[in-house]
């Protein structure tokens, strides 16, 4: 299995450490968008060592501390896609720290929640939750 992510070279990172590195994102979702990816080829977080999530963990934290002080996002949404059917498209694990800006979306509420239609906003009066 390849990864583009692995044609990435250490110029091209925001901050990494031995176990992942972090890039800002080619295709932003907004400004200051970062991926945090490990460095071995592990295709979700679910095949991820415990090191490798602390790695990112940690990476997150630095990025974020970037991000802040360079363009003063409002909030952060984190979010992981696992195989295709939750929309992942590149089979290497990548981590999304999105900033968030006042005004972005017309209602932020529900955030991550959105990724089904209908499905985002629960304080709405319409909203119909999933069943089993």
């Known amino acids: 299995m390849s990864s583009p992510f692995l044609e990435i070279t250490s110029e091209d990172y925001l901050v990494e450490n031995d176990l992942a590195f972090a890039i800002y994102d080619r295709y932003p979702v907004t400004v200051g968008h970062v991926l945090i990816i490990t460095k071995r080829l592990a295709p979700t977080w679910f095949d991820t060592t415990a090191e490798e999530k602390q790695a990112i963990f940690q990476l997150l934290e630095e990025a974020r501390e970037i991000v802040e002080e360079k363009f003063s996002p409002d ?17 290497h694990l990548h981590v999304h720290l999105i900033p968030r800006y006042q005004g972005d979306v017309d209602d932020p509420r529900g955030g991550v929640r959105h990724l089904i239609p209908d499905r985002g906003n629960y304080l709405a009066d319409d909203f119909v939750p999933a069943t089993s």
């Open 75 to 91: 909030g952060f949404n984190i979010g992981i896609n696992c195989k295709a059917a939750a929309g992942q498209t590149v089979n």
